[in-house]
């Protein structure tokens, strides 16, 4: 099974980082080794960080045409700051990868399994 944990941190919630926020060097580097755990153990497919919701934009079709809005988005409640994709045999492992996760205080990882073409039936494979 593929999942899709999603870093949610407290640093980037109301939109005060600035386009260059970057996080200190212990927590880049903290973060480096259990990403290389992760990639050792065989789980990881892919990871990427993100910038803040300063540098961002939306693209909306709410009223039927396109909307662009630059960031950062004052009615957000949740931004996200990354992503890793696992592969793993359970959900409770991807939960159990997650409790390893170098995150500050406040920092939320949300876990999400990714469809694989058979959950759609044959009509999808």
């Known amino acids: 099974m593929r999942f899709m ?10 939109g005060t980082a600035p386009a260059d926020f970057a996080p200190p060097a ?3 580097a903290e973060m480096g ?7 050792k153990a065989g789980i990881l497919l892919s990871l990427d960080g993100l910038t803040p919701p300063v540098s961002a934009a939306r ?10 809005t630059d960031g950062p988005f ?3 409640k949740e931004v996200l700051g990354g992503y890793w994709i696992i592969k793993v045999k359970s959900r409770e492992e991807a939960i159990d990868w997650a409790r390893r996760c170098p995150a500050a205080k406040g920092d939320v990882i949300e ?7 058979e959950d759609f ?3 999808a494979a």
């Not at 944990?5 to 109301?14: A, D, K, R, S």
């Not at 080794?33 to 990639?39: L, P």
């Not at 693209?59 to 662009?68: E, P, R, Y």
């Not at 876990?111 to 073409?117: K, V």
């Open 5 to 14: 944990m999603l870093m949610i941190p407290e640093v980037y919630q109301g």
């Open 26 to 28: 212990d927590a880049i």
């Open 33 to 39: 080794k259990y990403n290389d755990a992760m990639e």
């Open 59 to 68: 693209v909306s079709f709410a009223t039927g045409k396109l909307i662009v």
């Open 74 to 76: 004052a009615e957000t």
């Open 111 to 117: 876990i999400r399994r990714i469809f694989d073409p």
């Open 121 to 123: 039936g044959p009509q």
